[in-house]
């Protein structure tokens, strides 16, 4: 029910804005195949807990307490395979809410307990009890019988890819400036599609001509057949189905990427370069690398490394993983970057 916004609540959240977004831009130089190459990358583990998740959990908690449908005392309550969880546990902790989060059982131990050192309710839930799309019904189960429930619905509410489109976006076409370019392409892997559909509509909105990508796991393509197929390693993109607010007519065409691959270019990220970064971070790298062979070596080619390595240490991500003909990490030599803010 629409009520009177929450002055309190809306200024509560103004306060927590200066923890969320206004992430450097890395140029990263490296060879392919022996060439030089570049592309660019939004740093977001920057950001108040670690990933871009903060910048759509606090756009929806500003967009709800504006229109008076987040109240005080409201539980916050969504489905997550852990970065949101993480980001509206800790916002909404901020703002003095409790938050209950369903997240399938088989996401990493840190997200878990990560979650519950900021106080949220964690609900595991089981590939049994219906996995991510169990875990979403659950959410709806548990506001039919709690009239105190708030839910965000990352994967239909378009104030998600919003706060990627006056966030994200134009602090790309900002920070190109300083080095004296523009984005040709957008790269990014869909979990909830907020990131590629907003920073998309962004960069387009200059009337320039960007391509805009989205990514998904090789080994599970949900975007190309509309359901979950195979399974991956890629924690927080690739949920079981296409989600609502990812609009696939106005993008371009779906990029692939081998988990395997994901987790090397990972690696090599942090061992190459210092950047600490999780596996789907190390997918639109390679993502990036793909358009920049694609498109040409004078190329911008911009994509986002979503989140820090530190909630995958229990994961494959610190593991050897064996080199595959068709990976694209083998071809590269990461060599430096820079970082503009
Ligand atoms: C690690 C990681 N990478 C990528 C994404 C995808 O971002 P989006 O939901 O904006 O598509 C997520 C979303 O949860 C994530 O947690």
Redesign the pocket.
Known sequence: MKSAPVPDLCLAVNHLAALVGNTPLVEIRYRFNGQPRRLYAKYESMNMTD???DRMALHILRRAAERGELRPGAVIVEAS????GISFAAIGRALGHRVRIYMPDWMSQERNLVMHGLGADVVPVSKAQGGFLGAIQMTQEYAAENARAFLPRQFANPDNSEAHELTTGPEIQSQLLQLGRQADAFV?????????MGVGRALRSSGRTVRVHPLEPANSPTLRTGKKVGSHRI???SDEFIPEILKLAELDAIVDVWDGDAILMAQSLGHRLGLAV?I?AGANVIGAMKLVEELGPEATVVTVL??SNRKYLSTALPQAEPPQDDYVTPQVKLQSFISVR
């Open positions: 990933s871009v998740k395979s852990g970065n949101t990014a892997g869909v979990g909830t599609g907020g990131t590629v924690q927080g993109i999780g789907s979503c989140d």
